[in-house]
């Protein structure tokens, strides 16, 4: 570079604005990174939440569909291992 290029390069009231604006860009990314994270913890308890449950339903169901009479369609069913129409 020469003596002529300074002439060039950006002033510096720009380049603290243009660092001031990184800054300020960067805190923003921290921060919604930071969200994210903990909306993903909370996504993760509510589907562990709603498997549970299902689980849940799903024994409940089973304890009923092995009481049910031996002709019926639930008990037919729960001996294919098929879902009941």
Known sequence: MTDGDLRKLPEPDLILKLASELQDANSAYISAKDRTQIARGEET???????????????????????????????????????VE
């Open 45 to 83: 308890t509510a589907l562990n939440r709603l498997n549970d449950a299902q689980k849940r339903l799903d024994a409940a169901m089973a304890e009923i569909r092995s009481v049910a009479p031996y002709d019926s369609h639930w008990k037919q069913s729960e001996k294919r291992g098929i879902a």
